[in-house]
């Protein structure tokens, strides 16, 4: 296929490896089974070769002695690496190519299952190729029977995608990319955006129109005076399962303000200026621990529609909103390695509009989204303490 469509060549496959007694961890039936990626060349040579290192309840597969870093050289777009679907939730070998190699061109086969909230497959794919401002080639398997679907071309600031749950049929993804990744979304020196600053960008008629379909029923003379004597009023906070974890989430409850809400030793916060649906609840919400209990350790602050109005609601699956939201999300980060993701109804990727460090805390923002707001999150992964 390579020789004859004169292309390079990624496939997914089984592969073989013998051993005997002189190697004390051979398996009993002597050979081990790894998932592996194999490229070929356009002259149909094999040129490398990755075997995963993250297996994900895969059985039938044996887990190389040590991560493996899998490069190879192209003559039309440079240097390329690869790994594995589950590889990419940790620091070996996903970020450690990148960071170590300075790859920036990664192809990603894959047999994502998504996960809401966070870990829809489009939704952290998007994530990564903007954290680290890279070329990303995903190919996922399309069962939607199994939540899997979800393939793209991922650049630091364009999404080329499919996700479909209904039809049976994949789809063949082309875009035409940098070669040389053009630069991430960037924290804009001008730009400090306080919650003073958010507040400002409404204007009386977005706040009183609001409120009206929140049922609040004060008058509004001065829009920014008035949210911020109601916004001193702090929230409840609650708690809720959210994938596995355990959130600490404040609703909001106005549509203009500034909200915090911590876990351990992480706190969010959002400053948000919003046009409400009366029927649409959101919350603010902070998690610090090992995921699941124990799978592996993150940091997440996340803006949430739940999927009704009750508090027990938040965190289950949403793909529709209609709540428009201007926003800043940010908190005060142990880890460098934070991925910030936006989706909107429909399961609408969008990017920030800026992003990064600023005051010792990590920070995106994004204004007048044309869909509604189902998740905004900044997903950070601790990998030291895994």
């Known amino acids: 296929m390579a020789r004859k469509g004169r292309m390079y060549v990624v496939a997914n496959m089984p592969t073989r490896e013998d051993c005997d007694d002189s190697d004390p961890n051979c398996p009993r039936d002597g050979r081990y089974q790894f998932n592996t990626n194999v490229v070929f060349s356009d002259n149909g040579d094999l040129v490398a070769r990755y075997r995963k290192q993250n297996l994900f309840f895969e059985y039938e597969f044996n887990t190389p002695s040590k991560a493996e870093h899998a490069i190879f050289d192209t003559p039309f777009a440079g240097k390329f690496g690869m790994f594995i679907c589950y590889d990419l939730l940790f620091y070996e070998p996903a970020v450690s190519l990148i960071e170590k190699y300075n790859v920036t061109q990664i192809l990603f086969p894959t047999a994502w299952m998504s996960a809401f909230p966070f870990l829809v497959g489009i939704q952290f794919q998007r994530a990564f190729a903007s954290a680290f401002g890279i070329n990303f080639l995903v190919a996922n398997l399309h069962h939607p029977s199994l939540n899997m679907t979800s393939s793209g071309i991922y650049t630091p600031k364009e999404s080329f995608y499919h996700y479909d749950m209904i039809g049976d049929a994949g789809k063949l993804i082309v875009a035409r990319i940098p070669v040389v990744p053009t630069d991430r979304v960037q924290s804009e020196a001008h730009f400090v ?174 204004r007048s989204m044309s869909l509604g707001l189902t998740t905004a999150a900044l997903y950070g992964r601790w990998y030291e303490k895994d």
């Open 193 to 366: 955006p306080t919650s003073q600053q958010v507040l400002e960008k409404c204007n009386s008629t977005l706040v009183c129109s609001a409120k009206k379909s929140l049922g609040l029923d004060s008058v509004c003379e001065d829009a920014a005076a008035d949210v911020l004597t109601e916004n001193s009023m702090i929230p409840p906070t609650f708690n809720s399962i959210i994938f596995h974890d355990n959130f600490t989430l404040s609703p909001l409850t106005t549509p203009v303000g500034e909200q915090l809400v911590c876990s351990n030793s992480l706190c969010c916060h959002v400053s948000f200026c919003g046009n409400f649906s009366h029927s649409e609840l959101y919350v603010l919400g902070a998690f610090d621990g090992l995921h699941a209990g124990g799978a592996f350790y993150t940091q997440v602050c996340a803006l949430l529609k739940c999927a009704d109005t009750n508090y027990d609601s938040c965190g289950a699956k949403v793909t529709n909103a209609s709540s428009t939201i201007d926003f800043k999300l940010w908190g005060n980060f142990s880890t460098r390695h934070i991925y910030p993701e936006i989706l909107g109804s429909g399961l609408t990727l969008y990017l920030p509009d800026s992003m990064g460090w600023e005051n010792k805390s990590y920070y995106m923002y994004r």
